[in-house]
């Protein structure tokens, strides 16, 4: 497996980083002692209230050099990526360079007026010389729990909003992309003060340790299973947590849909990240009466994929028997093998497959596969494959193409998912702008967009009371003034009271209670 846990010869424990495309040992990481797990928290607890105090401006000019250093080491983060993830040169500069550079960008020219809080709005009568406002103040330390199929991407979506907002960031990445990213933790150290991020590198049981040691937050993304556990073990700690886990998204091509650009984009979204992405299409339905032209397309499509270049290896043995399973439970109950179905290496390359003669009850169509498998199915009701659409435990994201582009939009909108496109699917992930999160099984972690810092932020409300008076209206004594002036309140907003007499009572009520204070 890619991230192989080992012990060296000096006893140390160690990390066997292993190239998917080649199943051979390109290196080794060595593996964060237990016992350093607390500490590299604390160390980045006490490095957060400097960095906060650095102020808004400073942490901006900081994380800016970080996008710069960024950028300078691309070369070097796409080669790590093909090492350790298989990825191909092209997806990698896509998906972990450029759509990473929006992200910071995105930040850095909005974080501003995203931190700014609300003043609140108060009645001189009722409160006087009375102000405040909400502002939003870091949580302190995020536990950041990431996965490997996005190593860059998706813990900068949760590091750089976080160190902006004023938090510092202690990190367990996946054992599966350690390499990864300890350069990105590199970078983090030569742009900003000391500790602000910490990673530390391991298994499941550092994972366990990160959240023990008492973080403010836990965002973690990863299996549904594992996913579980991190939400019970959050829980008995009364720490927040975000969670972003599976999907088993689909798309469905009505009969009116632009077929060139359906297939290229729906090829696109199956196999990208040889299919190793919580949003790639794992479910195809497609109008009968283009169903037979669709097909053709997307096989004569597939079929053209070239290994390595366009679609990468599986990233451990154990994902490409879980795709090698898919495939022959539902070969065995009658599915036809239209393209690829085999995986003849290198290391642990699987072919992009196209199914035909799926049913709704296979493994491959109900549970999220996790690889490069396209199931096919046609429909005639436009209504009951909506339904079949939302049958599953997932809601991350839901594709419709179609020419009627506010019927694409209705039929996205009456499903329960996360992210709805018309004409495209899964990008939207890249938006930094964009709120990207699920429903169901798929968890209720927001990253990207304003809703991202719902997790980082805390709001404080700061009021301040100029009013020298010894009485406020609503204190001791409880008195028949009091109760005069708030019967009076009331009765000048209910729905067809007297509004004369409630004025009446209201203005009687408050002379005499100033009065009698």
């Known amino acids: 497996m890619a991230g192989l846990l080992q012990v060296d010869p000096g006893g140390r424990q160690v990390i066997a980083c292993i190239d998917p495309r080649t199943a051979q040992q390109v290196a080794t990481v060595a593996v964060t002692p237990l016992d350093q797990v607390a500490p590299a928290v604390q160390a980045a607890r006490d490095a957060q209230g400097v960095w906060h105090d650095l102020g808004l401006k400073r942490r901006r000019w900081a994380v800016a050099d970080l996008h710069q250093a960024f950028l300078a080491k691309a070369d070097h983060i796409v080669g790590i990526l093909a090492e350790e993830c298989g990825r191909p040169a092209g ?55 990431s996965p490997w199929n996005l190593p860059v991407a998706i813990p900068l979506r949760t590091i750089i909003p976080a160190l902006l907002a004023g938090n510092s960031v202690a990190w367990k990445c996946s054992e599966h992309s350690p390499r990864t990213a300890a350069l990105i933790a590199e970078l983090c150290a030569q742009t900003l003060p000391p500790d602000v991020v910490r990673l530390v590198q391991g298994g499941g049981a550092q994972g366990q340790a990160l959240i023990d040691a008492g973080v403010d937050v836990v965002l973690f993304t990863g299996s549904v299973r594992t996913g579980r556990s991190v939400n019970v073990r959050c829980a008995e700690r009364l720490i927040p947590c975000g969670l972003e886990l599976g999907g088993k998204d689909a798309a469905v091509v009505l009969a009116d849909a632009n077929l060139d650009r359906a297939v290229e984009g729906i090829c696109w979204a199956a196999f990208g990240l040889a299919g190793q992405n919580c949003a790639a299409v794992e479910r195809c339905y497609v109008d009968a009466r283009v169903y037979e032209d669709f097909v053709d397309r997307v096989v004569a499509r597939t079929e053209k994929l070239r290994p390595l270049l366009d679609v990468g290896p599986l990233i451990t043995p154990a994902q490409l028997q879980r795709v090698q399973a898919h495939v022959a439970d539902a070969v065995a109950q009658g599915a036809v093998v239209r393209a690829g179905g085999g995986a003849p290496g290198p290391g642990w390359y699987h072919q992009p497959t196209v199914l035909t003669g799926v049913s709704d009850d296979m493994p491959v169509m109900r549970e999220e596969t996790f690889g490069p498998v396209l199931p096919i199915a046609p429909f005639e009701d436009l209504n009951a494959v909506m339904a079949r659409v939302d049958g599953t435990a997932f809601g991350l994201t839901t594709s419709i193409w179609t020419r009627d582009l506010d019927l694409g939009q209705a039929l996205g909108l009456g499903l329960d998912c996360g992210v709805v496109t018309v004409n495209n699917h899964a990008f939207t992930g890249a938006l930094p702008m964009a709120a990207w999160g699920g429903t169901k099984d798929t968890g209720h972690g927001v990253t990207n967009s304003r809703f991202a810092l719902y997790h980082l932020v805390r709001a404080r409300t700061v009021l301040v009371d100029a009013l020298q008076q010894p009485h406020e209206m609503w204190w001791f004594p409880y008195n028949e003034a009091l109760e005069r002036l708030s019967g009076g309140l009331v009765e000048l907003v209910r729905q067809g009271g007297a509004r004369l007499p409630g004025a009446r009572a209201a203005l009687t009520g408050f002379i005499s209670r100033w009065k009698d204070l």
């Open 91 to 145: 997806e990698a500069w896509t998906s972990e360079i450029v759509a990473n550079h929006d992200l910071f960008s995105w930040w850095l020219a909005h974080i501003d007026d995203l931190l700014m809080g609300d003043p609140l709005t108060l009645s001189p009568v009722n409160y006087p010389k009375k102000s405040g406002r909400i502002q939003l103040d870091p949580v302190g330390v995020v536990g950041l729990i």
